[in-house]
């Protein structure tokens, strides 16, 4: 899967994907250099969306040097990651994760690029059982003996603003102080029709012409009536017999 870092600019480098935390840095004012990652279809979405270059290789090649001249002079620079994290998921741990995975030691990678470039600021998000694995930790005290604060917490986003329970393991450092996630912004989660209520009703299997976006799966009928006897928090259970 995919082998992510990216650099964004203050500067910013942070591991990529489609490009989704580049945007976020983006929309909060911070100028992004680039981002890396070994899939080409990241390129498109990440090119189009954002200001910064795309820059497709593996982090495992990536070397300091190169790293340092990306961020160049900057006054500020911002390192991000997010490891794959198929992993570290839940799903995964009915196997034996002991290294030999590629994606595994990619936390490695990044703690060496860390160390190499000393940048100001490190962010990773992952799912909340990477916690439960020892590349996590020994990322972390490599940081601390590189002299970084270091703050990590799992953070649910449906209490900042998202309409979806997410629940990711977010880790920030810095060199300069103490550094960790901001209080959550909302008390009350918010629900998906306030989200996209707006958006006119679609049938099963119909896209909205000028929304490319907007668009309803195709179901068969025992699905949609699978649907409608559904009850918010219920279960397969509510299903009919039938069903």
Request: with cysteine; aromatic share 8%; glycine share 8%.
């Amino acid at each position: 899967m995919r082998r992510r870092l990216i650099v964004r600019l203050h500067k910013i480098l942070h591991t990529l994907g489609a490009g989704g935390l580049t945007h976020g840095f983006v929309k909060e004012g911070v100028p992004v250099v680039a981002g890396i990652d070994l899939d080409p279809a990241c390129a498109f979405p990440y090119e189009a969306n954002n200001p910064g270059k795309f820059i497709q290789t593996d982090i495992k090649q990536l070397t300091v040097d190169q790293l340092t001249k990306l961020f160049d002079d900057a006054d500020l620079r911002v390192l991000a990651g997010c490891a794959p994290c198929q992993p570290f998921s839940t799903y995964a741990q009915r196997y034996e994760l002991d290294g030999k995975d590629g994606k595994w030691g990619l936390l490695y990678e990044f703690a060496r690029l860390a160390k190499g470039t000393r940048p100001d600021v490190i962010t990773m998000e992952n799912v909340p059982t990477v916690a439960k694995h020892e590349v996590f930790h020994d990322f972390v005290d490599t940081l601390k003996r590189l002299g970084y604060y270091v703050w990590f917490d799992v953070v649910d986003s449906s209490r900042y603003g998202v309409p979806q329970t997410r629940r990711r393991m977010v880790l920030l450092a810095s060199r300069h102080g103490d550094i960790r996630m901001i209080e959550p912004t909302i008390d009350k989660p918010k629900t998906v029709r306030q989200a996209i209520g707006r958006l006119r009703a679609l049938s099963a299997g119909e896209a909205a012409p000028r929304d490319k976006l907007h668009v309803s799966s195709t179901l068969s009928e025992k699905n949609l009536k699978r649907i409608k006897v559904s009850k918010p928090g219920g279960t397969w259970r509510d299903w009919p017999e039938a069903s």
